[in-house]
């Protein structure tokens, strides 16, 4: 008999408090390999901390992290964060970087040769629809906004890792912008088969891209679910998050 498909990420009765708040309490989460998993809720809900506990930015204070069916705790913290993708508001890139080395960073921190490394950068810049020729010389501040968005992408996809976290990456976009990135992740994370964990505070945002939404509140996940089981939720939460869509 096949033995049960390891989830790719796991919570185990986590908690975090940070000096004397507690943040979260005594979490426990499945995030199954392939999925969306969309964290979402106000701000100092805890969304954010959730995702520094998957990458090992911080430690739990009670309970257990495991990703790929190991403790954070048993990880050594670079070798995990090899293994994830990382994407953050504004793309997090290195402004005296050229977009190239922004992308080909990960790769050489991995040991890849510079044509290899090379090749895979105008690869991912292709993929998030950047033309090599016309931007892999081209620094942040010369980029727009959304621009900047595509290339964090591309460098968290750069080295293939089958994990990506994303704490609200479009959220500093104009709308136009934002909707187009939101449709070109999906279909990203769709073809390449990743699992991501995706940090919004957008309930639209969270229900085109999310495979499940975890609804958190005050440290707690109140909801869990897909779209169409939060859209006939009695979660007084969600009901109000509804209500913004109506407005």
């Known amino acids: 008999m096949a033995s049960e498909m390891k989830p790719m990420v796991e919570f185990r009765s986590v908690s975090y408090t940070a000096g004397e708040t507690q943040i979260l309490h005594g979490l426990d989460l499945r995030i ?5 998993l969309v964290l979402l809720g106000e701000s100092g809900c805890g969304k954010t901390t959730t995702l520094k506990l998957i990458n090992r930015l911080i430690d739990p204070t009670g309970g257990s992290v495991f990703v790929e069916g190991k403790s954070t705790a048993d990880w050594d913290a670079i070798k995990l964060r090899r293994r994830i993708g990382y994407v953050l508001q504004d793309g997090g890139l290195f402004p ?4 190239e080395q922004n992308v080909s960073l990960t790769l050489k921190l991995a040991g890849r040769g510079v044509d290899e490394a090379n090749t895979r950068t105008a690869e991912m810049l292709d993929l998030v629809g950047l033309v090599p020729e016309k931007f ?12 900047r968005q595509r290339v964090g992408v591309a460098r968290a996809l750069a080295a293939d890792p089958p994990l990506i976290l994303l704490d609200e990456p479009f959220g500093a976009l104009d709308v136009i912008t934002r909707t187009n990135l939101q449709k070109e992740f999906a279909r990203l994370v769709r073809d ?3 699992t991501a964990v995706f940090v919004t505070h957008d309930l639209h945002e969270a229900r085109l891209l999310g495979t499940r939404i975890a609804l958190m509140e005050k440290g ?6 897909t779209a169409k089981e939060f859209t006939s939720s009695n979660v007084p939460l969600a009901a109000a998050y509804l209500e913004t869509l109506s407005d």
């Open 220 to 225: 707690r996940i109140v909801f869990l679910g």
């Open 192 to 194: 390449l088969g990743k």
């Open 136 to 147: 892999a010389d081209r620094f942040p501040h010369e980029l727009s906004g959304g621009q």
């Open 32 to 36: 199954e390999q392939g999925e969306v």
């Open 96 to 99: 005296h970087f050229t977009i």
